[in-house]
C-alpha cells in the first residue's frame, strides 16, 4: 500500500510542530485570528490535529456533515478561507514539504470550502 | 565585563520571566522583557497583570526569608491563552524586603499535552475501527471454512488438504426449482432460499456438521470433519430429517411449495481451501460422490442412503428398504429412505 502523506513527512512527531506552528501564525494574522479568538485551547489544537493529519490521509476524523455543523455559526468570508489556506501552506513549505504535496494538501482544503464559507452576499 | 554586568544580562535574555519585587510597595524594582510581555505592563514601575492576581498579595503577605510561595495562572495576550506557572521566593536583604517572582511558560506543555491526548483518541479510534474490520473479514472467511482450518490459514498463511476416513456428507436439491412460479423473479428466489438456508444452517450447526458450500438451489454439507466424530452418520441423518420436517411445515403457510431431495453417504473425505485470492473450503472423495448419487436416485421431501451406512443408522432411526441398484462407481448398493417419522423424537436431541 502507498504511504500516505501523513507517514511520509514523518508520521505524528512531524505533524505536530506543523500544527503548532500553524496555530501561532493563524493567531497572528489580521484577518484569520479572529475566528480562533476565545475558541478554547484545548478543542482548537484537538481540531487543528484531526484536521491536520486527516487531510495528509492520516488518521481522519470528520465527516463534510461534522465540518459543516461545525462552522455555520462562524460566517467565515472566502478571504478569510483563502488567508487560512496560505498560511497553512506557508507553514508547510516552511517545514520542507514538497511543493507537490501541499499542493495535494491545497486542493484537499479547497475541496471544503463550501462547507466551511458563508456566503454572506 | 563584570559580575552585575553578566547577571543583568542574564536576567534580561533567559527564557523565563523574572522580577524582583519590593514587599513594602509592592512595586518591581527589576523585571525582564519576557515578564513585561507575559503581563501586558504597560508602564515602568508597575506589575502589569500580575499585580491584579490576587494570589500575589496572599503569598508575598507574611513571607519569611527563604520561604517560597508557587502558582498557577492562565492569562490572555493578543488571542493567545497563556499557562504560567508563578515561584515567589522572599530574598535576604539588608535594605529593602525584596521578593523574586520567577514564571515558567507552560502552554506550549499544555498545547502538546491536549495535541497528544487527541492524537491517542484518533489513534485508539482508528483501532478500534480496524478491530471491528478485521472482525468483519474473519466472519465473512468463517463464512467459507471451517473455523479450525481458519485457524490454521491464520496461523501459517496456508492449510494442507487433509483426509478423513469417517465422515458423512449430506447433498440437498430443490425438484423443478427452474420451473416454480417465482422463478421469473430472482429477488423473491433469492430471498426465499436465503431463508431455507439459513435456516438450514441453523439446522446444520445444531447437529455439529459444517455447511461446506450452497451452488443455486443445491445445498452440501458434512459432519465428521474437521474435528472427528463417531456420531457423524446420526448427526447427518438428523440433519437431514429435519431439514425435511422444516420444508414441510413452512411449506404449510408460504405461497411457494419448495420440495427437496435430500441424498447421505459416509465414507472417505478430503477437506480443502480451493483458491489463493479467492478462498472456497470445498470436499472431495467417495463419500461425496455417493452422496450426490442418492440425492439424484432419492424421492421427493424423502432422504435417501444406501449401505453400509445403513449399518450406522438402523438402531436409531427407521429404514425403509428400496431394494438393490447398481450405483456408478460404487457396483450393486441397497437402497434406503429415512422414515421421516424418525424425526418424531429428534427434539429430544
Given amino acids: 500500500m502507498a504511504q500516505t502523506l501523513f507517514h511520509r513527512v514523518g508520521g505524528f512527531a512531524a505533524v505536530s510542530g506543523i500544527v ?84 495535494i494538501v491545497r486542493r484537499e482544503y479547497e475541496s471544503r470550502r463550501s462547507l466551511i464559507v458563508v456566503d454572506l452576499g | 565585563m563584570n559580575i552585575d554586568d553578566i547577571s543583568q544580562r542574564l536576567m ?55 520561604g517560597t510561595f508557587n502558582f498557577d495562572t492562565t492569562l490572555k495576550v493578543r488571542r493567545r491563552e497563556l499557562s504560567l506557572s508563578v515561584h515567589i521566593s522572599c530574598l535576604e536583604s539588608d535594605s529593602l524586603p525584596l521578593v523574586l517572582v520567577e514564571v515558567h511558560n507552560n502552554t506550549r506543555l499544555k498545547e502538546m499535552e491536549s495535541m497528544i491526548q487527541s492524537y491517542s483518541k484518533m489513534v485508539e479510534r482508528n483501532e478500534r475501527d480496524l478491530k471491528r474490520e478485521k472482525e468483519r473479514a474473519e466472519k465473512l472467511l468463517l463464512n467459507v471454512m471451517p473455523k479450525s482450518v481458519f485457524e490454521e490459514l491464520k496461523a501459517f498463511g496456508v492449510t494442507a488438504p487433509t483426509r478423513y476416513d469417517e465422515a458423512s456428507v449430506l447433498m440437498l436439491d430443490f425438484i423443478a426449482f427452474t420451473e416454480m412460479s417465482i422463478a421469473d423473479d430472482p429477488a423473491a428466489i433469492v430471498s426465499e432460499l436465503n431463508d431455507i438456508f439459513t435456516n438450514f444452517d441453523r439446522i446444520v450447526e445444531q447437529f455439529g456438521c459444517e455447511r461446506i458450500k450452497t451452488i443455486g438451489d443445491a445445498y452440501m454439507a458434512v459432519s465428521g470433519l474437521p474435528e472427528s466424530n463417531p456420531d457423524h452418520a446420526r448427526n447427518i441423518a438428523k440433519a437431514a430429517l429435519l431439514f425435511i420436517r422444516y420444508l414441510e411445515q413452512r411449506n404449510k403457510t408460504h405461497k411457494n411449495a419448495w420440495l427437496a431431495r435430500v441424498g447421505i453417504a459416509s465414507g472417505p473425505v478430503i477437506g480443502s481451501i480451493v483458491g489463493v485470492h479467492k478462498y472456497v473450503y470445498d470436499i472431495f472423495g467417495p463419500a461425496v460422490n455417493l452422496a450426490a448419487r442418492m440425492e439424484r436416485r432419492s424421492d421427493p421431501m424423502q432422504v435417501t442412503l444406501c449401505s453400509p451406512m445403513s449399518d450406522n443408522l438402523k438402531d436409531i432411526f427407521r429404514l425403509i428398504e428400496k431394494g438393490e441398484e447398481e450405483i456408478k462407481g460404487f457396483g450393486k448398493l441397497t437402497l434406503y429412505n429415512l422414515d421421516p417419522s424418525s424425526a418424531g423424537h429428534l427434539d429430544a436431541f
Avoid at chain 1, 23 to 35: H, M, P, Q, T, V
Avoid at chain 1, 71 to 77: P, Q
Wanted: charged residues 30%; glycine residues 8%.
Fill in chain 2, 12 to 66: 534580561t535574555s533567559v527564557r523565563v520571566g523574572l522580577a524582583i519585587i519590593n514587599a513594602d510597595d509592592m512595586k518591581p524594582v527589576f523585571s525582564n522583557e519576557h515578564f513585561k510581555k507575559w503581563f501586558q505592563v504597560e508602564e515602568d514601575g508597575t506589575l502589569g497583570l500580575l499585580g491584579e492576581q490576587e494570589e500575589l498579595v496572599a503569598s508575598i503577605t507574611g513571607l519569611e526569608p527563604g
Fill in chain 1, 20 to 103: 503548532m506552528d500553524f496555530y501561532d501564525r493563524i493567531l497572528d494574522s489580521e484577518k484569520a485570528g479572529d475566528f480562533f479568538d476565545g475558541v478554547d485551547v484545548d478543542k482548537m489544537i484537538d481540531h487543528q490535529t484531526r484536521f491536520i493529519s486527516s487531510m495528509m490521509g492520516g488518521p481522519s476524523a470528520h465527516t463534510d456533515e461534522q465540518l459543516r455543523r461545525s462552522h455555520a455559526n462562524l460566517k467565515i468570508d472566502g478571504g478569510s478561507f483563502d488567508e487560512m489556506i496560505d498560511i497553512l501552506c506557508a507553514t508547510l513549505k516552511d517545514h520542507n514539504l514538497d511543493s507537490e504535496d501541499i499542493a
